[in-house]
């Protein structure tokens, strides 16, 4: 079992932005950043593999960037330009396989943005 532990969240203003991480207790396979808002289903919004295939949701591209060290077995999401849409709880998770089974997950940490 390996454990993941989010940190980042926070509160900011559109435009602003803030960046996560989590950290692992150990290696894994295939690590991700999902998030879910109120009323709407998780969704996936980045992930990478091990060696280093990065997965973006269109709403996300070219204003979040996933990124792993994978000596320290953590994964960071650069989050810019941030919009009041992207208000969510994000959620870390991993996988132990190149088939990105979401096996372990985090606790979430909030985002809020405001307009």
């Known amino acids: 079992q390996v454990h993941l532990v989010e940190s980042g969240g926070d509160s900011v203003q559109a435009g602003g932005s803030l960046r996560l991480s989590c950290a692992a207790s150990g290696s894994t396979w295939c690590r991700a950043w999902f998030r879910q808002a109120p009323g709407k289903e998780r969704e996936r919004v980045a992930s990478?593999?091990?060696?280093?295939?990065?997965y973006y949701i269109d709403s996300v591209k070219g204003r979040f960037t996933i990124s792993r060290d994978n000596a320290k077995n953590t994964v960071s999401l650069q989050m810019n330009s941030l919009k009041p849409e992207d208000t969510a709880m994000y959620y870390c998770a991993g996988a132990p396989t190149y088939r990105c089974d979401w096996r372990y997950w985090g606790q979430g940490t909030q985002v809020t943005v405001s307009s």
């Open positions: 990478i593999t091990a060696g280093g295939f990065a």
